[in-house]
């Protein structure tokens, strides 16, 4: 086959005109921190989820290490995740001084194996984050269930996972806590930025102090018409806050969320399709549970040849990839201070070198997608 001329990158964020013209309006209007645009966007995130409340932020490691810091994680407290993640989850466990306490995967999904959760648990575990992986939902029946019996709290790494449900319920819906991504990666984006929902009146207070110096008041309630501009301290916090240039980009995105989840639903199907069945390839698992897929990646596991050898002839061929994610217990720095066992996550190992994302994002071409499909077909065929 012919090789296309420009290159067709992993991702690229859908912006529009009506993105454009939302944080236009924004800079024209001389407010553009923290303010009434992010309030607004909060509010919208409650009412996607159905969650009370929500917290925008700088980015989704912000908000996990608000949530982890707020609620009181200390030295040796244990956290069950899944090793397939993202290192920043574990860098905030481990930098707080937790320990996290790794759970193998679903083959088909990737998603968190519930049925070893159990066994994982011990006295000092005190959180569990299940991470709705590439936008297909973690079963939260199983992980509610589990979490109330031995009365631990969730966090789920809703990163993948807007336009994501399980049974009928939006990811962060389900009374406990989310933290959801905006990087440009994502189905919707700020630039960079993230969310908290939250269904704790109480924490959400607290995590917006700690948002903001632990001020009480964000600056448009100080500086606006009739504000005031004193403040006190009663404990200390960071600096998180997302702007208000940042929420109007938010808010357009989000009102376009559907037709752009939509999108990459077309195009998974297409990747589902053309590549059935192909001899050396093995394609993303569908869960047992009613459930709709965000789509946020396109993870396949390649069989029929060494991935790095794959990689490169997509680079060949234009196509961009991408890895998600390498297994965080076989990073160097949690070996040298927790000495996992190896073994004790034998499917994430045994996906570990095979898993490779391709090309999905809403403004691909329908013919980028077929060619995407030929090229994978291709070399296979030639080299695996």
């Known amino acids: 086959m012919k090789v296309r001329k420009d290159f067709l990158p992993l991702s690229r964020p859908s912006v529009?005109?009506?993105?454009?013209?939302?944080?236009?309006?924004?800079?024209?209007?001389?407010?553009?921190?923290?303010?009434?645009?992010?309030?607004?966007?909060?509010?919208?995130?409650?009412?996607?989820?159905?969650?009370?409340?929500?917290?925008?932020?700088?980015?989704?490691?912000?908000?996990?290490?608000?949530?982890?810091?707020?609620?009181?994680?200390?030295?040796?407290?244990?956290?069950?995740?899944?090793?397939?993640?993202?290192?920043?989850?574990?860098?905030?466990?481990?930098?707080?001084?937790?320990?996290?306490?790794?759970?193998?995967?679903?083959?088909?999904?990737?998603?968190?194996?519930?049925?070893?959760?159990?066994?994982?648990?011990?006295?000092?575990?005190?959180?569990?984050?299940?991470?709705?992986?590439?936008?297909?939902?973690?079963?939260?029946?199983?992980?509610?269930?589990?979490?109330?019996?031995?009365?631990?709290?969730?966090?789920?790494?809703?990163?993948?996972?807007?336009?994501?449900?399980?049974?009928?319920?939006?990811?962060?819906?389900?009374?406990?806590?989310?933290?959801?991504?905006?990087?440009?990666?994502?189905?919707?984006?700020?630039?960079?930025?993230?969310?908290?929902?939250?269904?704790?009146?109480?924490?959400?207070?607290?995590?917006?102090?700690?948002?903001?110096?632990?001020?009480?008041?964000?600056?448009?309630?100080?500086?606006?018409?009739?504000?005031n501009p004193e403040y006190d301290i009663t404990d200390p916090g960071f600096k998180y806050n997302l702007t208000d240039m940042q929420a109007a980009l938010g808010l357009a995105q989000l009102s376009r969320l559907n037709e752009l989840n939509m999108r990459r639903k077309e195009i998974a199907e297409i990747y589902m399709r053309e590549l059935k069945n192909l001899a050396g390839l093995e394609l993303p698992g569908s869960p047992s549970y009613g459930y709709v897929h965000a789509w946020h990646l396109f993870v396949i596991k390649i069989l029929a040849m060494e991935r790095l050898s794959f990689m490169q002839k997509l680079a060949e061929y234009n196509i961009g990839y991408g890895l998600h994610f390498p297994p965080t217990h076989l990073l160097s720095y949690i070996k040298r201070r927790f000495r996992p066992e190896r073994n004790k996550l034998p499917v994430t190992e045994s996906i570990a070198e095979k898993i490779v994302s391709l090309p999905l994002f809403p403004d691909m071409k329908n013919e980028d997608v077929y060619y995407v499909c030929e090229a994978v077909k291709e070399i296979i065929r030639i080299y695996g």
């Open 16 to 227: 529009g005109k009506k993105e454009i013209g939302e944080v236009v309006k924004c800079l024209k209007s001389g407010w553009i921190t923290t303010g009434p645009l992010c309030k607004k966007f909060e509010d919208e995130f409650c009412h996607l989820t159905g969650a009370s409340h929500a917290l925008s932020l700088t980015s989704a490691t912000a908000g996990m290490h608000l949530m982890l810091f707020a609620s009181g994680l200390k030295k040796g407290d244990e956290v069950l995740t899944p090793s397939l993640t993202f290192a920043s989850t574990i860098n905030i466990i481990v930098m707080l001084g937790g320990r996290p306490v790794f759970v193998d995967v679903d083959y088909d999904t990737l998603n968190i194996n519930t049925e070893q959760l159990e066994q994982q648990i011990t006295k000092k575990t005190k959180t569990i984050i299940p991470v709705h992986f590439a936008g297909a939902p973690v079963n939260m029946g199983e992980i509610l269930r589990i979490a109330g019996h031995y009365k631990l709290q969730v966090i789920e790494d809703a990163a993948h996972a807007l336009g994501t449900y399980f049974e009928g319920t939006h990811a962060g819906g389900f009374g406990h806590h989310a933290i959801f991504s905006f990087h440009p990666i994502k189905n919707i984006t700020t630039g960079e930025g993230g969310m908290i929902t939250t269904s704790d009146e109480e924490l959400e207070k607290k995590l917006r102090l700690l948002r903001f110096h632990g001020i009480e008041r964000d600056a448009w309630k100080r500086y606006g018409k009739g504000g």
